[in-house]
């Protein structure tokens, strides 16, 4: 089983991808690039070549489901495990957003310290799976 | 700026933007009112209130992003239950006041009980231990237990005990320290105790272990490398040396990722070896054109090559020759990527100065095992060729290498450098009374302290003796002096202890600081550190001096 290292951040407020390269880099010793807009994401993933995509579900343009989409389409990210963040949500949605393909949801708010961790978890989780 | 201060700059620029975003919200409520309720405009609220959930709890504001949530809510449920009857009725309207409310918790400001580091609930104890590096220690000894307890946590370890294996294991579900240092002795009294079953619960964790045993025959340590024990300790325990192997371990979690340099014509191949590669966390660059390899590996510094054998107009025995004539490059590992199946021609291959042959087709896990073996082996080699084995530092000519590089470093980027010297007081005494082995530990323990404050990017040797040397890059002579006299205090309050007698030591220490415009070279730098460290022995020893930086260049 190989570390998570290299993961993609896809959010469009300024703040909190600040907060979560933070997070993620010096609590979880990650290399993180972000993103700013859904539609950039696909051409910044082909370059960066992330094991893992973080998407926000809400984003002004192309939002979190259609950027999943757009992922999902591509030859070479196809494969890429993706999870949302998104403030809490319910249970129907939750599942939706699994059918859509992301192996899981992140819920907002984070706390700093652990959500490294929590990405960790998920990480592990699809590596089992595959 | 540590952590938590970047993560308060970041909180801040947030708290600024905050009363903008409440009074967006505040309008789009205030026209829900004047107007006629507007499904799009709810849907926006609605968005909004989403956004303000998720990244005001972020930030440590609880309370209102619980009251954005709840809003939120009613908002959906407002919104599905009128979909189908056109437009939302007369509760829309009576969000409004509870909407308006929302800047009321604004101002209350971050919760202290807020399970965030900013929060005013958190101290600064609480966020350092967070970053520091855990260690478990499972000790059935009371008084073993309560003397590797306090030289863990005087090594800046948060540590955490546990006298039975049983309530380590259950604890480890909940959460997985970095270190697991296992002494197992108590559980040897039972006969029936099956390790194998009972260490199941680390196994394939990230957790790295180090067993503690009474027995040190081959079968026990045998046992143990089955687990997957990094190390291997047999008691009577030689502390000292088991605080530098922790070290060495966490070290390596830390290492940085492998750099790889491709050299490869053929471009998509070069690319495909690149991704996998990155994909397994390491650092690949490509190089098409082999002769300008000198002056990648100058800039580059990579900790493997990896190359074709049949490039145009060059073989690759012929470039490792070239490799190989710059004394500096002797010892990096190259590996051939090559079609030949020929076992001669592969040999012959080897014996011009390559490490190894990998034949093409290769996985992916193949091609990663050996590359992450071969550089873990030849960063083994390096330290062993640059450091001093009882400190793990630097020796002295390795140091002196350092200072020049750094030195020409910080001249480039106009950086300030500190370069400090430091002398154990009275060591002699120290020999003399309490031994060499324990001369030793106060060696090991003055290096390891070292490593525990100061910056990661700083370079730090044993110059000779009980002397040593630390470079600090970028950093100004007072931040120098801060660092290394909190330093020097920390020292001083270490306890020592051998056949029941506990004396601490005191270190003096002087820095030489340049300013990049200065002129001024590494052995004149050197010997300007020594004239303060001189300083501060003839002023009464345990102090750090100051060298002026025009002093220093004279």
């Known amino acids: ?130 | 700026m540590n952590l938590n201060e970047q993560l308060q700059a970041i909180q801040d620029e947030y708290l600024k933007k905050l009363p903008g975003i409440l009074d967006q919200i505040s309008v789009l409520a205030r026209e829900l009112q004047q107007t006629a309720p507007n499904r799009d405009r709810l849907i926006t609220l609605g968005q909004e209130l989403h956004k303000l959930a998720g990244s005001a709890g972020t930030f440590g504001l609880t309370v209102l992003s619980e009251r954005a949530a709840e809003l939120n809510q009613n908002l959906d449920s407002i919104l599905s239950s009128k979909a189908a009857e056109g437009g939302p009725g007369n509760e829309a309207l009576q969000l409004k006041d509870a909407l308006d409310s929302l800047s009321l918790f604004a101002k209350t400001g971050p919760s202290p009980n807020a399970n965030l580091p900013l929060g005013a609930g958190a101290t600064p104890a609480t966020i350092n231990k967070l970053l520091l590096d855990q260690i478990w220690l499972l000790e059935g000894e009371p008084q073993l237990g309560a003397t590797l307890m306090a030289h863990l946590e005087s090594f800046n370890f948060s540590a955490r005990l546990f006298t039975r294996l049983s309530e380590l294991a259950s604890a480890f579900a909940e959460e997985q320290p970095q270190i697991l240092l296992l002494d197992l002795s108590s559980e040897d009294e039972n006969p029936s105790t099956d390790y194998v079953s009972q260490c199941q619960f680390f196994q394939n964790t990230s957790s790295r272990v180090i067993f503690i045993s009474s027995k040190g025959d081959f079968a026990a340590r045998l046992e143990a490398a089955s687990l997957g024990a990094q190390a291997y300790f047999v008691k009577p325990l030689d502390v000292p040396k088991l605080i530098n192997r922790i070290e060495q371990v966490v070290a390596n979690m830390h290492a940085p990722a492998e750099k790889v340099l491709i050299i490869d014509d053929d471009e998509m191949l070069a690319q495909y070896y690149q991704q996998v590669l990155i994909g397994a966390g390491m650092q690949a660059e490509i190089l098409a054109r082999p002769e300008k390899v000198i002056s990648v590996l100058e800039s580059n510094t990579p900790d493997v090559i990896l190359m074709d054998l049949q490039m145009p107009g060059i073989s690759g025995q012929n470039l490792a020759a070239v490799i190989r004539q710059y004394a500096r490059w002797v010892g990096l590992p190259i590996v051939y990527l090559s079609a030949e199946h020929d076992p001669h021609l592969q040999l012959l291959a080897l014996k011009q100065g390559a490490d190894d042959f990998l034949v093409k087709p290769i996985t992916n896990e193949h091609l990663v095992t050996v590359v992450k073996s071969k550089v873990a082996r030849s960063r083994q080699l390096i330290d062993l060729m640059t450091k001093d084995s009882l400190t793990s530092l630097l020796k002295h000519a390795a140091i002196k290498d350092a200072l020049r590089r750094e030195l020409g470093l910080a001249r480039r980027k106009k950086e300030e450098l500190c370069v400090a010297m430091m002398d154990i007081d009275h060591f002699k005494q120290v020999n003399d009374q309490f031994g060499h082995a324990m001369g030793d530990e106060v060696i090991a323990s003055v290096a390891t302290l070292l490593r525990m404050r100061l910056r990661r990017t700083d370079v730090l040797g044993r110059y000779g003796g009980e002397e040593f040397v630390v470079i600090m890059c970028n950093c100004g002579s007072n931040e120098a002096f801060k660092v290394l006299d909190d330093f020097r205090q920390r020292f001083q309050e270490l306890k020592f202890s051998v056949e029941g007698k506990v004396f601490s030591a005191t270190i003096s220490i002087g820095i030489a600081p340049i300013k990049p415009t200065m002129e001024i070279d590494a052995d004149m730098l050197l010997v300007a550190a020594d004239k303060a460290l001189y300083q501060a022995k003839s002023q009464g020893r345990n102090r750090v001096i100051l060298q002026k930086a025009e002093t220093a260049a004279n």
């Open chain 1, 1 to 130: 089983m190989s570390d998570l290292i290299r993961v993609m951040y896809v959010e469009d407020e300024p703040d909190i991808r600040a907060v979560a390269k933070l997070a993620l880099e010096v609590v979880g010793g990650m290399t993180v690039s972000l993103c700013e807009r859904g539609n950039l994401a696909v051409s910044q993933a082909e370059r960066f070549l992330p094991q893992m995509i973080l998407l926000d579900v809400m984003m002004p343009g192309m939002d979190g489901p259609s950027t999943l989409k757009a992922l999902r389409e591509h030859p070479q990210l196809h494969k890429v495990p993706v999870a949302f963040m998104t403030a809490k949500v319910q249970a129907h949605e939750i599942e939706r957003f699994k059918s859509l393909g992301a192996v899981g949801v992140i819920p907002k708010p984070f706390d700093p310290m652990t959500l490294a961790q929590q990405v960790k978890d998920l990480w592990r989780l699809t590596e089992e799976e595959s």
